[in-house]
Structure formats: structure tokens, C-alpha cells
């Protein structure tokens, strides 16, 4: 695998690199020279730089790849598709070049759906599914726009055409700095300066946001194919939840969507963003599980 030169933040012991894959270019890291592969798959305001607490306490016994979904990150933000399907296609094509399938497919946020289409359709490419903080479209994700209920005016705003770029271009830093995470984060201190820069720097890009108005706009169109996915393909292997913020929400939308037995663990006291909130406590729950998932 060619390494690059990273375009922001990094840290010791990973390699970047680009891959041209599905028509897009992606950017993913690793680290770990042995061990059962983990992939990574970052939310929403995030990058690969989400995982970047995480990625060293599971490398010292696998090998760990973290992606930029397409459209984030340092990934292409070319004119394209930027659905669920697409993406889940992306992914399917890197574990093919990376030759590393199956992985422990391990996705938070607004990935569920591209990592719940990745293992339903191409169940050979996964070994065990873990979702952190996840809903899926069909098992209640969409009533998170619904702002009379609860649920959070952003979503609205970036599944609209043309209106994120009207109220969000040139105020990413006060987008993701003054509400993205604070309003979700428990954790003090848990989001640095380092962190809020670099999320800034490629949601600040020409486009920046292009992928995450593509996942939005799927997210609130493509419930009945996820549950029709979730009946028919099935999600079989072992699959674990991991609460945090949203407590049991994660496990009660897997517990409808996979047929295999749903684990759970509860990462107490902390907020949304549990790979930057708690590393530690998410690298014991996630490693755990991979390390009984090998064991069969």
C-alpha cells in the first residue's frame, strides 16, 4: 500500500494513503502490523481523525484501517452519488484492495446505514459488526429531524438542497465549534482545540460538505429499503452496541435489524462522541468483543 503525505493532522505509528476506488478517490489510515483486521467508519461532524484516541490502543494487537467516508475527510468531493449504497459500495471496493476481508466492521453515527448495506449485502467482507451510537433509516433515525419531538434542526438543514451551502459556508467553525459537538459532548476537556481545527479544515473545503448532505438526504428517503435489507438479507454475525449518549438506542435499533444476538455495553457518563470521550473504555468493549469473535 502507497503512503501519502498527510494534508492535516496526524499522529505516530499510522500511514496515510489514497485509493482510487467505485469511481471516487478515498483516504484512509492504518496502523498495527498483525492481529484480525478492524475498519473503521467515522459520523458526522468527523473524519478519520475521530478514531485517532482510539486507533492505538486496538493496533498493539490489530491491524486497524480508518476511512474518510467519500465527500469527508481528505476523501474526493467530486460531483457524484453520495447515498448510503454508494458508500457501502466504496467500502466493499477498499476491503477488496486492501485484501484484508473479512474485517470487524465498526461504524458510529450517521454511517449505520453505509456499514449496515455493507454487511447485508456483502456479508463475506465482515467478520462482526460493532455500532456506536447508531440508528438506522426504517428503526427510528429519521425521527431525529423532527424537531417538535426532540430531534435536532441540523438534519433538516443539511438534507435540504442548497441550504447548507446558504448557512454553513464560511461558518464551519462556529457550526462544529458552538454546536455540533458541545451540544452532544459530556466529557470536559474531551474535544481539543487539535480537534475542532482539523474537522474544520475538511468540512472547510470547496464542497466540504457535500458527502454529509448526500448521507442526510439517504438517510431521511431510504428507510423501507434498510428494513426490507434488515427482513431479507439479514445482518448474521455478531454484533455488538455500544451506548453512550443516546443510552439504549443503539441496542433497540440493532435488536430490530440483526438477526444474530445483539450484545450491548453502556459507556456511562459519556456523551455522543464516545471515541473522543472515553478511548479507553470503548478500546476495552470493542476489543472484547473482536477477541471473543476470533476466538470461535
Not at 483486521?37 to 484501517?65: C, D, M, N, Q, Y
Not at 466492521?105 to 460493532?130: E, I, M, N, W
Not at 433538516?156 to 451540544?183: D, H, N
Amino acid at each position: 500500500m502507497a503512503t501519502t503525505k498527510p494534508a492535516g493532522a496526524t499522529l505516530p505509528g499510522i500511514t496515510h494513503h489514497q485509493v482510487d476506488v467505485n469511481g471516487t478517490q478515498l483516504h484512509y489510515v492504518s496502523a498495527g502490523a498483525t492481529g484480525s483486521p478492524i475498519l473503521l467508519v467515522h459520523g458526522f461532524p468527523e473524519s478519520w481523525w475521530a478514531f485517532h484516541k482510539l486507533i492505538p490502543l486496538l493496533a498493539t494487537t490489530h491491524r486497524v484501517f480508518a476511512v474518510d467516508l467519500r465527500g469527508m475527510g481528505d476523501s474526493s468531493n467530486a460531483e457524484g452519488d453520495y447515498d448510503s449504497k454508494t458508500s457501502a459500495e466504496d467500502l466493499h471496493a477498499l476491503i477488496n484492495h486492501l485484501a484484508v476481508g473479512p474485517v470487524h466492521l465498526t461504524g458510529q453515527d450517521f454511517a449505520g446505514a453505509t456499514v449496515f448495506r455493507l454487511a447485508t449485502t456483502h456479508p463475506k467482507d465482515v467478520l462482526s459488526f460493532t455500532a456506536i451510537e447508531m440508528g438506522l433509516p426504517g428503526f427510528g433515525l429519521e425521527m431525529l429531524a423532527d424537531i417538535t419531538h426532540g430531534g435536532s434542526w441540523h438534519i433538516g438543514v443539511l438534507a435540504s438542497p442548497g441550504i447548507t451551502e446558504m448557512l454553513l459556508t464560511g461558518r464551519e467553525r462556529a457550526f462544529i465549534s458552538q454546536f455540533a459537538f458541545p451540544s452532544m459532548t459530556v466529557v470536559p476537556g474531551s474535544i481539543t482545540d487539535t480537534d475542532i481545527d482539523e474537522f474544520v479544515r475538511t468540512y472547510s473545503r470547496p464542497n466540504g460538505f457535500r458527502g454529509a448532505i448526500g448521507l442526510y438526504q439517504s438517510i431521511l428517503a431510504e428507510g423501507a429499503e434498510i428494513k426490507a435489507l434488515a427482513n431479507t438479507a439479514r445482518l448474521t454475525v455478531p454484533v455488538l452496541a455500544v451506548g453512550a449518549g443516546g443510552g439504549q438506542f443503539t441496542y433497540n435499533t440493532m435488536s430490530q435489524a440483526a438477526a444474530s444476538a445483539v450484545e450491548s455495553v453502556i459507556l456511562e457518563g459519556v456523551g455522543h462522541y464516545a471515541a473522543l470521550e472515553a478511548p479507553d473504555r470503548l478500546a476495552v468493549a470493542v476489543l472484547d468483543f473482536v477477541k471473543r469473535v476470533d476466538a470461535d
